[in-house]
């Protein structure tokens, strides 16, 4: 059965497997628009028609590690709600701004002194582990002064509709939509930054790479990667 093909139907009738996360897989399109990576994702081909979507219902990683069925439910109930607010599925049906309600259990309920009560809870034991600098990396109190980055928001020129023109930038920075980035963004040095594209694999810029701010200039971001093979590696994000 291998070897029969069928020239009138696509992949002449053999079955084809795309397998990945295409949230964190994008497609890299040198110098290109907004619009061309998205006319390059691949549901956006013809051949998206013709696939079958098959969605995995059974986290692997937690049946192997031999969890009690408690820890392994708790873990569970959380990545689905983070996956739900990464899709924006979150208090549906929603217009892309929705409220998210954090859960109980992440929220510090009793204190006297609000601000000791944060420190004690993000650096347990800090009088002992404050020289530790993988203890530092994986935590952090966000009270330094802040720097605000504006985006330039323009028309696809290659958009050649008379209703465009009537666009303003001021109206593109005023949308707040999921899955497009804010027109303003507010950062500290120190402050834990994740990539959301694919800029330089070689040096470890790839989407879903984890950072430290370093450094705030007016034209460029100074960070240092704190996961994979570069970790503490510093470089500079335009």
């Known amino acids: 059965m291998s070897g029969m093909t069928k020239e009138n139907v696509v ?3 053999k079955v084809i497997v795309f397998g990945g996360d295409f949230r964190q897989i994008l497609p890299v399109n040198p110098r290109g628009s907004r619009s061309d990576i998205v006319n390059s ?3 956006a081909s013809y051949l998206w028609d013709h696939c079958e979507v ?5 986290n692997m990683c937690l049946l192997q590690r031999g969890l009690q069925s408690s820890t392994a439910s708790e873990i569970q109930e959380f990545s689905d709600w983070i996956v739900k607010i990464s899709d924006g599925k979150l208090e549906e049906p929603n217009d892309g701004l929705v409220e998210v309600e954090i859960p109980k259990e992440f929220l510090i309920s009793e204190f006297n002194d609000p601000i000791q009560a944060i420190v004690n809870t993000t650096y347990p034991d800090l009088i002992h582990k404050y020289t530790k600098e993988s203890f530092l990396q994986s935590r952090a109190i966000l009270a330094r002064e802040e720097k605000e980055y504006l985006i330039s928001n323009s028309v696809d020129e290659s958009a050649s509709s008379d209703a465009y023109s009537n666009i303003t930038s001021e109206f593109l920075n005023s949308l707040s939509m999921f899955g497009l980035p804010n027109h303003k963004i507010k950062l500290k040095i120190g402050v834990p930054i994740m990539l959301f594209r694919n800029l330089d694999q070689a040096t470890g810029l790839c989407n879903g790479s984890r950072l430290i701010v370093t450094r705030l200039a007016n034209h460029v971001i100074g960070a240092k990667l704190i996961i994979g093979n ?7 994000i335009p």
Do not use: A, R
């Open 230 to 236: 570069k970790d503490g590696q510093e470089i500079y």
């Open 54 to 58: 098959l969605t995995l219902t059974k």
């Open 41 to 43: 994702t691949i549901n």
């Open 11 to 13: 992949f002449s009738g």
